[in-house]
């Protein structure tokens, strides 16, 4: 494709700002303590989380569709410099409502960092290269997830919790200069046509969806008329959107992709991997703490051995798939997960922790070899003008999963529980009890992958790659 090889601070780069992200999604979560103790606001604080998952996820979709018709560059470094603020405003924020709304502000330039990130990867990389690229932000992921809530807890305790934010500001200014000056493309410029109805009504629309999700059973009861009058006024509007898209002469979402059987099963895989992903997330290092006794650093550790695997088998998956093609190798990929979801079923109080930190290595080692293929397949269905909408439907999808995910395992684990919590903590049984039910609802949601995979249309060896305008292809470089 005529690339040259400077490509190194390009993705250097992409990692830094992925890892920003990612890290930012956790990293508060051992500091809410003292976050609470210096702008008040207890109750309030779950907002932290979930409005920049919400701002985020929203997002994802628009940016895609913009990076198609603008580029790559400019969506990346907006987003950056989006991330950058809020970060800055929310170290300096004197309350927790003005911090919430600031990490509102980073959601926003999450949204559009994640899916260009992988975007640009797809750019810049062949499809023999790109699996072990893949491995690389995969370990990002990683060490994010271990690097996050540890330094979160450094910096509550032994400094400031305002740092937490700040700490950003060089990274961010060093990556946006690396990819300023590295990454140049060559995108033919026309007049826009950009589907403002269809960009505002998604939104909306999706922000009322994703908000009940996250909200149920926790601002309100789940058939409240708060929670019937959220995801009803979403549903209207999501049928509004489609039917705007059809009349949009450049919709922000081209539907006719969503009748390509290739781009349906891999967003849906995307789905069941974010559910299963915030599903251990959110309960495994409770239950190794609770139910087998052990410390938060060990807890830490079990759950990391999940995101060890991952980039093992990620780094790897391009040997098979270039030769048993993408929908063997992810199929490969969704049995292992299945096998390993179903070793989380004798868990029990007199488990070890030795076998939870296996079976999350299981888990990641298969989730490796299918979500990287699923990806890279979608992206080499469609050709650089379709592709920022592609992976972008695929990252929201994926944090589309992750938000029922919460939503729904909280919503059984708080049902199972019911009265069992003395002041406010839960009795080791009971808590094993419940999630124990989060581990079959893993297992369902595994196999309910594994289909997905089986649904994607069967691929030569070697998938064709759709050939790039050459007014269009983007070009690394280093001044």
Known sequence: MGFRSERGPVLIAVMLTTGLVA??????????????????????????????????????????????????????????????????????????????????????????????????????????????????????????????????????????????????????????????????????????????????????????????????????????????????????????????????????????LLRVRLIVATCLVAACVGAILLGLTSYVPTYVQVALGTGPLIAGFALAALTLGWPLSASQSGRLYLRLGMRVTALIGGVIVVGGTLLLLPLDQGSSVLHVAITCFVIGFGMGFTAAPTLIAAQAAVDWQQRGVVTAANMFFRSLGSAVGVAVFGAVVNGRLGTATVDGHVPPGPLTDAVHLVFLGTVAVAVLMLVAVACMPRDRATPAVAPVPAEAQPVATAD
């Open 23 to 256: 890290i930012d999604s956790t990293i508060i979560a051992t500091a809410v303590p003292s976050i609470v103790e210096s702008v008040g606001g207890f109750a309030q604080f779950p907002w932290l989380f979930s409005i920049y998952l919400l701002a985020q996820a929203v997002t994802v979709p628009v940016y895609g569709k913009l990076a198609d018709v603008f580029g790559r560059k400019p969506v990346m470094m907006a987003g950056i410099g989006l991330f950058l603020l809020g970060s800055i405003l929310a170290g300096a924020a004197w309350s927790m409502g003005a911090l919430i709304a600031f990490r509102a502000v980073q959601g926003l330039g999450a949204g559009a960092i994640q899916p260009m990130s992988l975007t640009i990867v797809g750019d810049l990389y062949s499809l023999k290269e790109r699996a072990k690229v893949q491995g690389y932000m995969a370990s990002v992921w990683a060490m994010s997830a271990v690097i996050g809530p540890t330094l979160g807890g450094v910096f509550a305790e032994y400094v400031s919790w305002r740092w937490i934010f700040f700490v950003n500001i060089p990274l961010c200014l060093l990556a946006g200069a690396m990819i300023m000056r590295g990454f140049t493309e060559q995108v033919q410029r026309s007049k826009p046509r950009i589907d403002y109805a269809g960009a505002v009504t998604l939104t909306a629309a999706l922000t009322l969806l994703i908000l009940g999700l996250l909200e149920g059973g926790q601002a309100w009861s789940w058939g409240s008329p708060q929670s019937i009058g959220v995801f009803a006024a979403g549903v209207v509007l999501l049928v509004v959107f489609v039917l705007v898209e059809r009349r949009a002469a450049d919709p922000v979402v081209p539907l006719q």
